[in-house]
């Protein structure tokens, strides 16, 4: 398969692969949650575990970024 | 598709949101060497210099009450410090001085890409890997050297049930071999992410100049959205630089104690 097929699954690929980010942006948002939850419950411990969660942030939020990386490889790099 | 520049008459975008991360050279040369002076030689060395004005030109007065310079200087250590302290304890303090350069490179890097027309070195994998791999090396031989074959103890979960053990030293092995592929792309992917969709953006921002029925709707939407996102990008530069620093810190931990 040559030409405007593989551009056309490059494209479509590349819409599909952005459902990734859906799932990174909801995990984040449960990391952030939760910690708020906690964090006004028991404010005066909040602010040593502000690490962890950006930590946390960072670990869920780098799979969505995969994925971009996935659509934009397939939109400007096939 | 190649991302080649582009020219002006195309019928869809007029920038093509990725030539902004091209690697040409600064003197005419047509093929990019090792050796080649490119915008990315130009940009970490106006990083460098961006470091060295804040921290040593700007804390030189040592002045008790702190000058402006000082005192940006003063708090970056001291948020550093304060950070290698809690995540890697007291033994990890030695190590201060390079994550205060991971993180000082990174954030200035960062934050000098958001300046129109620059150049973001660390949106480049090329760049973020080999700071990866750094990291990754040092705390890999670190281990070896001051715990032995006791390092291979980090892959020993001794809190989970006895039969979990082995195939959870599995998923750690691989999950450890990871580490520098994750740690690389998360920054590399968030810069390029971020000032491809300002781009992206900013392709739409002269339609009022191409077709100004429509453009009087679009144009201020879009110069909105790229100021919004760009709100953002500041936030993340930031924040990615301090992922990488406290990431670096939490490996480094593992190496020195390496028992859970």
Redesign the interface.
């Given at each position: 398969m040559t030409g405007d097929i593989v551009?056309m699954g490059?494209y479509i690929g590349a819409g599909l692969a952005c459902t990734g980010m859906g799932g990174a942006a909801v995990g984040v948002g449960h990391v952030v949650g939760n910690f708020l939850s906690g964090a006004l419950r028991n404010p005066s411990a909040a602010g040593g575990q502000t690490?962890t969660m950006?930590?946390g942030?960072?670990f869920a939020?780098?799979l969505g970024?995969?994925s971009?990386?996935v659509a934009?490889l397939l939109?400007?790099?096939? | 598709m190649a991302t080649e520049t582009h020219g002006e008459a195309e019928v869809g975008l007029v920038f093509h949101p990725m030539d902004q991360f091209q690697v040409t050279s600064l003197f005419g040369a047509d093929k990019v060497e090792w050796f080649t002076i490119t915008n990315v030689t130009l940009w970490m060395g106006l990083t460098v210099l961006a470091i060295v004005f804040l921290m040593v030109f700007g804390a030189r007065g040592r002045a008790l009450i702190p000058t402006r310079s000082q005192s940006i200087a003063e708090l970056a250590y001291g948020f550093i410090y304060k950070m290698v302290e809690d995540v890697t304890g007291k033994d990890g303090i030695v190590f201060f001085p390079y994550i205060m350069t991971l993180f000082m490179f990174i954030v200035v890097a960062n934050f000098l890409g958001l300046l129109p027309m620059a150049f973001t070195t660390t949106s480049h994998i090329a760049v973020t890997a080999v700071m990866a791999m750094a990291v990754f090396l040092a705390v890999t031989i670190l281990g070896f050297v001051k715990n032995g074959f006791g390092f291979l103890g980090v892959f020993w979960i001794s809190s989970a049930p006895l039969i979990l053990r082995p195939i959870l030293a599995l998923i750690e092995v691989i999950s450890y071999f990871v580490r520098p592929v994750s740690h690389s792309i998360r920054l590399a992917g968030n810069m390029m992410a971020g000032h491809a969709v300002i781009k992206v953006f900013a392709a739409f921002a002269p339609l009022v100049l191409i077709s100004t029925g429509i453009g009087l709707v679009v144009t201020p939407l879009s110069i909105l959205a790229i100021t919004a996102i760009y709100a953002l990008e500041v936030l993340v530069a930031f924040i990615q630089a301090y992922v990488f620093a406290i990431l670096t810190c939490v490996y480094l931990r593992d190496a020195l104690h390496p028992h859970h």
């Open positions: 551009q490059a690490a950006f930590i942030i960072a939020e780098a970024i995969f971009f990386l934009l939109m400007f790099a096939v | -």
